[in-house]
């Protein structure tokens, strides 16, 4: 301590504000101690048993507020994750007059990271009125309209990024799931396709172009790009049963039946996780003629052969 004494004393000449942060940080130790450790110290209300946020005071916010020491200090909790805190001090900010869109960004991206997607996109919509930061503002508002399962609103924002970015393939990628939650899967393999050819190696394409392609009855591509998914290693049990179904749907049985026989055999699955995964698609094996009383003979069929297999 007294070697450090020494330094300070010799930095104090070139640097004043090096002898106020000791002074700062011995003080707070001091009470420190004084609260933690004093014999008597449990006849004290100890100051930093309970959440201490000096920002909030009101003797502070009314005699001293800086505003840009309260922004510093809201850049540095943002810094740290410290999300309910970044809000608190921007809140405030704002209450006092700031109007950044910088402002407004932090408190929408606090929200959001804590999973309050309705705060958060109320204040993306108010940092939109900026003008400026578009790309990422259009991003952040179609996030949060499909995570509200807001899809319609989601699509416009994502046609917006797309307007502003149109080689953007996370952009087209995202229009694509907004087109398929709607149901408009031409529209989304549009899109899909567009990511597949300038990103040829990105195998996450595949299921999504798949699937639709299964959707819109054209089970020749479905298949293909099924067995794409499979290749690769990347194929999970639902996409097993959807590569069957595509299979069922051409009147492919042998096709469908080893499909399913593979994706029970490789997942090890439960009848009743099966039936879960495998009657999820049955509209659409409505829609291209399979009947109830076929889906309950292969379903039977599938695990009276297991059954029967298990035993021997």
């Given at each position: 301590?007294e ?27 001091d009470l ?7 014999p ?10 309970d ?25 540095l909790?943002f810094?740290q ?22 402002a407004?960004?932090?408190i ?14 109320s204040?993306?919509k ?5 003008g ?16 509200l399962?807001?899809n319609?609103?989601?699509l416009e ?11 953007n ?11 398929m ?19 040829p ?12 392609s ?16 499979i ?22 049985i ?8 593979k ?7 439960d009848?009743?996780s099966f039936?879960?995964?495998f ?14 009383f ?7 069929f ?5 059954v ?5």
């Amino acid at each position: 301590l007294e070697s450090m004494n020494e330094l300070v004393k010799d930095d104090e000449l070139v640097n004043q504000s090096i002898l106020d942060k000791y002074i700062i940080n011995q003080y707070i130790q001091d009470l420190y101690r004084f609260y933690k450790i004093f014999p008597n110290r449990s006849e004290f209300a100890d100051i930093f048993a309970d959440k201490f946020e000096l920002f909030e005071s009101e003797i502070i916010l009314g005699k001293w507020f800086n505003l840009d020491l309260y922004k510093n200090i809201g850049s540095l909790y943002f810094r740290q994750a410290c999300y309910n805190e970044t809000i608190k001090i921007f809140k405030i900010l704002i209450s006092k007059g700031l109007n950044e869109q910088n402002a407004f960004e932090k408190i929408a991206y606090s929200y959001q990271k804590l999973g309050d997607y309705n705060n958060a996109l109320s204040y993306y919509k108010k940092s939109e009125l900026f003008g400026t930061n578009m790309e990422w503002n259009y991003k952040k508002i179609a996030l949060c309209y499909r995570v509200l399962n807001e899809n319609d609103k989601a699509l416009e924002y994502y046609l917006k990024c797309e307007g502003l970015e149109p080689e953007n393939l996370y952009v087209h990628a995202n229009i694509g799931h907004s087109y398929m939650r709607l149901k408009d899967f031409e529209g989304a393999l549009k899109h899909y396709f567009k990511v597949e050819y300038f990103a040829p190696s990105n195998n996450k394409i595949l299921r999504p172009i798949a699937w639709c392609s299964f959707a819109l009855g054209k089970f020749d591509t479905s298949i293909k790009y099924y067995k794409k998914l499979i290749l690769k290693n990347e194929a999970t049990l639902t996409d097993y049963i959807a590569l069957g179904n595509a299979y069922w749907c051409q009147q492919e049985i042998d096709g469908a039946i080893d499909s399913f026989r593979k994706g029970i055999s490789i997942f090890s699955s439960d009848e009743i996780s099966f039936k879960k995964d495998f009657l999820e698609e049955k509209e659409f094996l409505f829609k291209y003629g399979i009947l109830q009383f076929e889906i309950e003979l292969m379903l039977d069929f599938l695990f009276l052969e297991k059954v029967v297999q298990d035993i021997i």
